[in-house]
C-alpha cells in the first residue's frame, strides 16, 4: 500500500480512533462538539461511526477493553436497552462463532477485502487510485441519508430518534410502535447524534414553504419534543389549511391534552387545563366521525379517558379498541390499560 491509499487508510484509522473516543467519552467537550457538528453534515462519517460502535461492542463482549474503558461503556451504552440489546447479539453471535474451527492464516481486515476487490474491479492504475477514494465511501448502513431537508426524510429522522422509546404516552400518528416510560431514559452517544440529526432536518424545513403537511410535521416534531403550546399553535394552523385533515386533529388533541396535564399542575390553571381536555376530546371525536378505522384516534380517545379518570367511559373505549386491534404490539398497552380501568371501578 503506497502514496495516497497509505495516507487515506491512515485517515480512516485516525478517525476511528477518534469515533471510538467520542463512543467511550473520553473526549473534550470541544472535541465531542467538533465530531457531532461533522456528524451532521457527512454520512459518511456517521456511517463510520455506526461500523466502530459495532467493533467497540464486541470488544466489550470479548473483554478486550480497558478497566476504565469498561467503566465508561457500561455508564454510557448498557444504561439503555438498545445498548443491552446489541451486546446480547454480539455475544450470541461470538459464542456461535467458537464453535467453528479457527485457522491460524491471516484473515484480511474488511479493509483490506474491500480494497481488494476494488482494485480487481478497477485494474488500470488511475481506477485504482479512484477505488481507495470510494473505499471511504462505502457504508453497510444507509439511514443517515436523511440529512436531506424534505418532509419525509425529517420524520425519518424523528423517528429514529424516538425508535427506542416514544416520548409520550399518546400515539402520534404515522409513529411505529415503542415503548412508553414515564421516567427519562439513559441515551447513548449514537441516540443522541440521532435527536441532532432530527433537530438539523426540521430547522431546514422552517424556511420551506408552509403547507398544511409540512406544518402538521412541524407540530409533530414540537409534540415530540414537548414544546406543546408551539406544536399547538403550528397544528392549529395546518388545521386551517386543510380542516378536514384527520391526522392533525389526532396530534393536535395530544398537543392540547398534554398541555392540560402541566396546567394542572398549577391550581390556577385548571379551568384552562378543562378546556384544553374539552378541545382534545373534541378533536378525537371528530376524528372518529370521520375516519371510524383509525386506530390512534381510538387509542387516544381511550387514554383520555384514564387520564380524566373516567373509568367507565375508559373501559367502553379500550373495548371499542381493542374489538379493531388484538394482536399489535399496541394492542398488548390496550389490555393492561383496560384491566387497570376495569380494577379501578371495583375500588
Known amino acids: 500500500m503506497k502514496g495516497a491509499e497509505y495516507e487515506m487508510k491512515n485517515e480512516f484509522e485516525e478517525h476511528d480512533s477518534r469515533l471510538r473516543r467520542y463512543l467511550l467519552g473520553e473526549l473534550t467537550s470541544d472535541e465531542q462538539q467538533l465530531i457531532e457538528e461533522r456528524l451532521l453534515t457527512d454520512d459518511s462519517y456517521m456511517e463510520q461511526m455506526l ?15 480497558s478497566l476504565q474503558q469498561q467503566a465508561n461503556y457500561q455508564k454510557l451504552f448498557l444504561a439503555s436497552p438498545e445498548g443491552r440489546q446489541k451486546l446480547t447479539i454480539s455475544r450470541i453471535l461470538k459464542q456461535h462463532l467458537n464453535d467453528f ?18 482494485a480487481q474491479l478497477l485494474s488500470p492504475p488511475v481506477l485504482k487510485a479512484a477505488a481507495a477514494m470510494l473505499v471511504l465511501g462505502f457504508g453497510v448502513f444507509s439511514w443517515w441519508a436523511f440529512l436531506r431537508s424534505d418532509l419525509s ?31 427519562t431514559p439513559a441515551q447513548s452517544q449514537t441516540v443522541v447524534a440521532k435527536l441532532k440529526a432530527a433537530d438539523k432536518a426540521f430547522h431546514n424545513l422552517l424556511d420551506d414553504k408552509q403547507t398544511a403537511e409540512s406544518l402538521h410535521e412541524l407540530g409533530k416534531y414540537n409534540l415530540a419534543k414537548m414544546n406543546f403550546h408551539e406544536a399547538i399553535t403550528i397544528l392549529d394552523k395546518g388545521l386551517s389549511l386543510d ?3 384527520t391526522p392533525i386533529k389526532i396530534d393536535l388533541a395530544i398537543a392540547l391534552i398534554e398541555r392540560g396535564k402541566l396546567r ?11 378546556a384544553d381536555f374539552d378541545k382534545g376530546r373534541k378533536h378525537l371525536e371528530q376524528a372518529i ?15 383520555l379517558h384514564q387520564t380524566m379518570k373516567s373509568w367507565p367511559d375508559a373501559e367502553k373505549s379500550w373495548k371499542q379498541y381493542l374489538a379493531m386491534d388484538q394482536k399489535s404490539e399496541w394492542s398488548q398497552e390496550a389490555k393492561r390499560y383496560l384491566e387497570l380501568s376495569i380494577e379501578a371501578q371495583k375500588q
Open 51 to 65: 461500523i466502530v460502535e459495532e467493533d467497540l461492542i464486541d470488544d466489550y463482549a470479548a473483554g478486550k477493553l
Open 289 to 303: 366521525a370521520s375516519s371510524p378505522s383509525s386506530l390512534e384516534a381510538h387509542f387516544n380517545l381511550a387514554l
Open 153 to 183: 426524510t425529517a420524520m425519518t429522522a424523528l423517528k429514529n430518534a424516538y425508535s427506542e422509546q416514544r416520548p409520550l404516552e399518546f400515539r402520534m400518528t404515522s409513529f411505529p410502535y415503542a415503548r412508553f416510560s414515564p421516567s
Open 264 to 274: 394542572l399542575l398549577d391550581a390556577a390553571q385548571a379551568e384552562n387545563a378543562q
Open 243 to 245: 380542516p378536514d385533515q
Open 101 to 118: 474451527p479457527t485457522e491460524t492464516t491471516h484473515q484480511p481486515t474488511f479493509w483490506e477485502r474491500v480494497q481488494v476487490g476494488l
